[in-house]
């Protein structure tokens, strides 16, 4: 399992001061290792070659591999009216990383001193002081230091000066355009899951909290349950089929996103999830939902009848979808 390392040592930098290996040590930072550096969000395609290259330099260089991340968003600080959605959690990344070979993730926590680093700066404190890389693979768009100055072309330089491998890996391309977090994030907020997972290394996912609701999908014969505390993206309104993991067990899953329009005139979004075949207390239990596929629209019903019907309908188009 890649393991999840905070490295709090930027704010000293400002004061001339760099991480010493015994801090490192302290921390189980591998040093020494081979890296790449960027938001990882969502370990798309395009990452995994980045990643899976990594594992092939690190096994050559009989080190480490290390990925390197950010926690916010740097746009969380300097555009917090733009700030994308994560797509996944720090923990989530760091599960699929092992995957690929990765030993570890550092997590760079982005302050304004973080922010206001220079690319010489950054690279020395992390690069060399902090990790003491033996090589970095990287993409050809990957910026770093303050107001992104630091080109591939200025890395490329820095790492010659230090003694530090280098290579650039060529982004991942589907038909239409070059993978990318930012077309995931469209396609899911257009309900559009199929082509975001086609561009992801594993099926969409969400992890939330069960939490009481009305009860009125039992009382229909189709109990749900409800999810609060959801860190990620959620898709646009709409009904998926999927499958959630809980305790150790999977169970196929219709996925309601948005309103209840046939029952009340409420317009927030929910979450709910139908767990088919499923028997068991679920309140306050953790699901990881995995979004396959969209269902249909969110739409009013004339009748209890009527919902209960298409219910039915979906369920059966869950089960032979994921037969």
């Known amino acids: 399992m890649t393991k999840i390392i905070t490295l709090d040592f930027f704010d000293s930098i400002k004061t001339g001061l760099s991480p010493s290996h015994t801090a490192a040590t302290k921390i189980g930072l591998a040093r020494g290792g081979v890296i790449s550096i960027g938001n990882f ?10 990643l899976r290259r990594v594992r092939q330099l690190a096994n050559d260089y009989g080190t480490s591999a290390l990925a390197v991340t950010f926690d916010p968003h ?26 690929y070979g990765i ?31 033996t090589a970095m693979v990287e993409g050809p768009n990957f910026f770093f230091g303050r107001g992104r100055e630091g080109t591939p072309e200025v890395l490329a330089e820095l790492c010659q000066k230090s003694n530090v491998g280098f290579e650039v890996i060529q982004p991942e391309h589907d038909s ?17 899951v199929e082509d975001a997972n086609q561009l992801l290394s594993c099926p969409y996912q969400i992890c939330g909290r069960v939490v009481p609701g009305k009860q009125r999908g039992r009382v229909i014969g ?8 959801i860190e990620v993206l959620v898709p646009s309104c709409g009904v998926y089929g999927g499958s959630v993991h809980v305790e150790g067990r999977t169970s196929m899953a219709a996925i309601h996103v948005g309103p209840n329009p046939t029952f009340d005139d409420d317009t927030s979004r929910k979450i709910e999830v139908h767990l088919i075949d499923y028997e068991g207390n679920l ?22 009848i009527d919902l209960v019907d298409q ?12 037969l």
């Open 176 to 192: 239409q355009a070059m993978i990318s977090s930012s077309r995931i994030r469209d396609f899911l907020e257009n309900g559009e």
């Open 283 to 304: 309140y306050g239990k953790e699901l990881q939902v995995d979004f396959l596929f969209r269902l249909r629209d969110v739409v009013r019903f004339t009748s209890e």
């Open 311 to 322: 219910l039915e309908r979906d369920v059966s188009s869950v089960r032979s979808r994921s």
């Open 74 to 99: 740097p746009a969380s600080i300097l555009r917090p009216e733009n700030s994308p959605l994560r797509l996944m959690t720090l923990e989530r990344r760091a599960s699929i990383m092992s995957d």
């Open 222 to 229: 189709f109990p749900t349950a409800n999810l609060e505390d």
């Open 41 to 50: 969000d969502g370990v798309h395609l395009g990452h995994v070659s980045l």
């Open 103 to 133: 030993d570890q993730l550092l997590v760079c926590p982005v302050t304004e001193t973080f922010l206001q680093l220079s690319a010489s700066q950054f690279f020395k404190s992390l690069v060399v002081d902090g990790l003491a890389a």
